[in-house]
């Protein structure tokens, strides 16, 4: 189906469970992904900013992560099929990895913060691969980018905030072989919690 433009934040026709199947497919296919999880504040701040624009539309999927994303696409006349927050795409993707022992990696988060969440995503998906973890805190990608290249994460999760991470994603991607490479704004906080 025809991707949905909203102001200049172009999103995929997609349900949760289309979504999820098409992931599956891509990680198990060691195919490279981009994926945005858009809310208002994402789509408004890309109208203002051609360069964001420019990189969240360079991700292989870019997906409705709030309420008036979908009211949005309403009023343009094709409703979006429903809101996609990104925590809970972050939650599907760690159970699929739990189930077929995928690695992943997590970047972001102060950390204390980080080292809670990966503390209880070891519990909760003691079969995923841990493949690294570092805080948001730094000023240097250099040995980020190294680990990540070196140890081909199936999931990359960076929790940086927008327009941080969505950044870092395009700066560093190019170099990577593998990898679904996900934003996920304030989710090691919830997994912390
Ligand atoms: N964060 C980070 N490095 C930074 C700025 C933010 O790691 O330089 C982390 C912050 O600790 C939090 C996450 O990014 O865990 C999300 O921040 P925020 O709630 O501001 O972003 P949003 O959820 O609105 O995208």
Redesign the pocket.
């Known amino acids: 189906k025809p991707k949905i433009k909203i102001l200049h934040t172009s999103f995929d026709y997609k349900t949760r469970n289309e979504l999820m199947k098409e992931l599956f497919n891509r990680v198990n296919n060691l195919k490279k992904t981009f994926l945005v999880t858009a ?1 208002p ?1 994402i789509v408004y701040y890309a109208d203002k900013d051609p360069f964001y624009q420019q990189k969240v539309n360079q991700a292989d999927y870019v997906i409705s992560d709030g309420y008036g994303v979908i009211l949005a696409s309403k009023i343009i006349g094709r409703k979006l099929p429903e809101r996609i927050p990104g925590f809970e795409v972050m939650c599907d993707l760690l159970s699929l990895g739990n189930s077929h022992g995928w690695s992943a990696y997590f ?4 950390k204390e ?1 980080l080292e809670k969440a990966i503390f209880n995503i070891k519990e909760r998906y003691p079969n995923l691969k841990i493949s690294g973890f570092r ?3 730094f000023t240097d990608s250099t040995d980020i980018r190294n680990e990540i290249h070196t140890n081909k994460p199936d999931l990359v999760f960076v ?4 327009p ?2 969505e950044e870092w994603i395009v700066e560093n991607y190019s170099e990577m072989e593998k990898g679904l490479f996900i ?1 996920v ?5 919830v997994m912390a919690g």
């Open positions: 809310n504040e970047l972001g988060a102060k913060v805080d948001g805190y929790a940086l905030g927008f941080k991470q934003g704004g304030g989710s090691f906080d």
